[in-house]
């Protein structure tokens, strides 16, 4: 999958991510409507099916809202790359399936607008503007059985039967 | 090798006898929570993943505080769907206005959790119950939705900081400064994945009170928990109100932690975290002459009685200057009933500020004081994040009861040391 990179720093927070002013709706279309708002007045609006946000640490910190992976996914954000996430943030990105990369040395050498082809099965990260590439973080295995059984609500609906 | 509270209570509940960080085990809950803006997507995953029932009708408590009184139709509309769930699988603990309060401090006030126990919620102050020795830790809807059906989660045992706090606290330093200090310390991402857990002498004298507001706030260092040790205090607490049986852990001698910070508490003075972040912590000296139009005194974080005691032991016979909006929330109704039996709400009400029913409101800018372009508040809520109160141009400055008191009547921040 190939993306164009939106880059913002550390510590982007839920709040800005998706302000609680929007929070009296679950309407993912709605959400993304207002996604990063309160950082990036255009991001909504500049945001094309596939892109990619990279950041650099904690990225996700704050309030445990769901509608926060929800409204970037829905958004069309293809994944996101930071150095590390808040914890919160990283299972709610997991459980509804936005895919997230840790590397530190991809967020170092990426910049605002780079074009890159992200594999997920592998964790490759190739920056096609400048033709380096990175490899991300392995999942631990039992992330990885959550992935595959297609999120948790596939993992638990075995359990349940 | 020993073990911490934390992994204790985690290899309990996952049955095994001994666990240790990095590894990922299942745990059985002994509650999980909801309220108005996270329970409704949970709602909708747990009728995904097929349940016929939920697990256990009173180990589930939701509890609309967001936005309510609703705040508008839409948010009407999501209590309404809690409403209608709590009725249709008869949750015992679905909490109408007039019960009702901010989740955290209700919780643990109508004995729903208690010490030893495993909480998840989704809410990231589920943290708060670490005062009581339990182990509680927010997750997002999907989580939530998902343990509703089948009683258990996954969890990532954590790293453990312990935190000792020694010394003896100055007039005005509270559990808040105290939490303030240590996020100031250690960064918004200190204890990032980790467990907090705080000991030494001054959380041995430490109110309950205060040491639901540091548990509080462990998420602000991005904690996976906060956790204390119970005590007699702890005891005191529980008895009369704990609906269920409990178990009393302590850390072991030779439990091992990834990091010990040492905090010594005799120098520490009122703390003030200014914008965006809770960790731009500074001394209030260093605060004073910042005008503000606006206090909050209330939420998950400082919304108990005693809280409510400091603010009206400040406000008593004095007036809150003119050009502030001083707005005080009790985090329950029976925290506001106690409020009022005790005359405090009358106090508060002859100093000029307003008193409104339980809600997280303007905590997270929803309603019940949000703040316009270039306004400045002082509040003893959570967070300063741009934009958390109201405009992206507004400013949060974070501080205790008793400063964002002092600093209603000075009109500026400020310290009671100042009146």
Redesign the interface.
């Given at each position: 999958m190939i993306g164009k990179v939106h880059k913002f720093k550390s510590n982007v927070d839920t709040d800005v991510i998706i302000p609680a002013r929007y929070l009296n709706t679950t309407d993912p279309k709605e959400l993304a409507s207002h996604c990063m708002e309160d950082i990036d007045v255009d991001f909504s609006k500049n945001v094309k099916q596939g892109d990619i946000i990279v950041a650099e640490d904690n990225f996700g910190c704050g309030s445990s809202r769901e509608h926060a992976p929800i409204a970037i996914k829905a958004s069309g954000v293809f994944c996101v790359i930071a150095n590390d996430f808040a914890r919160i943030f990283y299972r709610n990105s997991i459980n509804i399936g936005l895919p997230i990369l840790e590397c530190k040395e991809a967020v170092a050498g990426i910049s605002e607008g780079d074009e890159l082809d992200v594999d997920l099965t592998t964790g490759v990260i190739k920056n096609l503007t400048t033709g380096k590439e990175y490899k991300a973080k392995p999942f631990p295995s039992y992330i990885i059985e959550l992935i595959n059984d297609g999120g948790l609500i596939n993992h638990i609906k075995k359990m349940v039967k | 090798m020993g073990m911490t509270i934390t992994e204790k209570i985690l290899a309990k509940h996952a049955g095994v006898d001994f666990v240790e960080p990095g590894e990922?085990v299942k745990a059985n809950l002994d509650l999980v929570l909801g309220n108005d803006?996270?329970a409704?997507?949970a709602i909708?995953?747990f009728e995904?993943?097929?349940?016929?029932d939920v697990f256990d009708k009173d180990r589930i408590a939701i509890v609309p505080d967001?936005?309510v009184p609703n705040?508008?139709i839409?948010?009407a509309e999501?209590v309404n769907i809690c409403r209608k769930f709590a009725k249709k699988y008869n949750i015992t603990n679905f909490f109408e206005l007039s019960k009702m309060g901010i989740e955290h401090t209700l919780l643990p006030d109508e004995g729903l959790v208690g010490p030893g126990d495993c909480v998840i919620?989704?809410?990231?102050h589920?943290c708060t119950y670490g005062a009581l020795g339990a182990f509680s830790t927010?997750?997002?809807?999907?989580?939530l939705?998902?343990a509703m059906?089948?009683g258990n989660t996954?969890f990532?045992i954590p790293e453990q900081i312990k935190f000792v706090y020694y010394g003896k606290l100055n007039k005005w330093v509270s559990g808040k400064d105290l939490i303030l200090y240590t996020i100031g310390k250690i960064g918004?991402?200190g204890a990032?994945?980790k467990s907090m857990e705080f000991t030494g002498e001054v959380i041995d004298v430490l109110d309950m009170a205060g040491r639901f507001t540091m548990c509080n706030m462990a998420?602000e260092a991005?904690g996976?928990n906060g956790i204390i040790a119970p005590d007699e205090k702890t005891m005191a607490f529980v008895n009369g109100r704990l609906k269920r049986s409990m178990e009393v852990l302590q850390s072991d001698k030779d439990a091992k932690y990834s990091q010990v910070v040492e905090i010594n508490c005799s120098e520490l003075e009122p703390q003030v975290s200014f914008p965006h972040?809770p960790e731009n912590t500074k001394n209030v000296s260093e605060a004073t002459g910042i005008e503000i139009q606006q206090a909050v005194i209330g939420s998950c974080t400082n919304g108990r009685i005693e809280d409510m005691r400091v603010a009206a032991e400040i406000l008593k016979g004095r007036k809150v200057n003119p050009s502030v909006r001083c707005i005080v929330i009790p985090g329950t109704h029976d925290i506001h009933l106690q409020m009022t039996r005790e005359g405090i709400t009358e106090i508060l009400l002859e100093a000029g500020a307003c008193v409104s029913t339980p809600t997280c409101g303007p905590c997270?800018?929803?309603h019940m004081g949000v703040l316009a372009k270039g306004e400045r508040a002082i509040s003893t809520t959570n967070?300063n994040?741009?934009?958390?109160m109201g405009h992206?141009e507004s400013e949060v400055y974070l501080a205790s009861p008793a400063i964002a008191a002092a600093s209603a009547v000075l009109g500026r921040i400020g310290s009671p040391e100042e009146l």
């Open positions: - | 990922i803006i996270t409704p997507i909708k995953v995904e993943t097929g349940a016929s967001h936005s705040k508008d839409k948010s999501l919620g989704a809410d990231s589920t927010g997750v997002g809807s999907t989580d939705g998902c059906a089948v996954w990532k918004v991402d990032l994945y998420i991005g996976k972040l997270l800018g929803g967070r994040f741009v934009g958390r992206t």
